[in-house]
């Protein structure tokens, strides 16, 4: 079982800058794979970034390209989004997500979320 708990939103002003974190308990050595998903009211959740343990290799939705970062310290099995330049398109939950290996199999696990607003 893995435990996920965001942190860092809140309200900022267009141009601004976030820092999100997501803290990691339980069986954090099973977690391979981490990413960042948002969902804004009414919209369906869409991916915003993610990376590999193995190789911290990244990947980011074009949408968000350039301007956040995504990171992660295995030491404190945490994950952080790095926002800046924020749009008010960019407001809303921001998810943490953990792939993790469970057996044989695979399973993933979400945060509560947290929320981030973006005003004009």
């Known amino acids: 079982q893995v435990q996920l708990e965001e942190s860092g939103g809140g309200l900022v002003q267009a141009g601004g800058s976030l820092r999100l974190s997501c803290a990691a308990s339980g069986r954090t050595d099973s977690m391979y794979h981490m990413a960042w998903f948002r969902q804004a009211p009414g919209k369906e959740r869409e991916f915003v970034a993610a990376?590999?343990?193995?190789?911290?290799?990244?990947s980011y939705a074009d949408s968000v390209k350039g301007r956040f970062t995504i990171s992660g310290d295995n030491a404190k099995n945490t994950v952080y989004l790095q926002m800046i330049s924020l749009k008010p398109e960019d407001t809303a939950v921001y998810y943490c997500?953990?792939?993790?290996?469970?057996?044989?199999?695979?399973?993933?696990?979400w945060g509560q979320g947290t929320q981030v607003t973006v005003s004009s």
């Open positions: 990376t590999s343990k193995s190789d911290s290799s990244t």
């Open positions: 997500r953990a792939r993790a290996r469970v057996g044989t199999g695979l399973t993933d696990y």
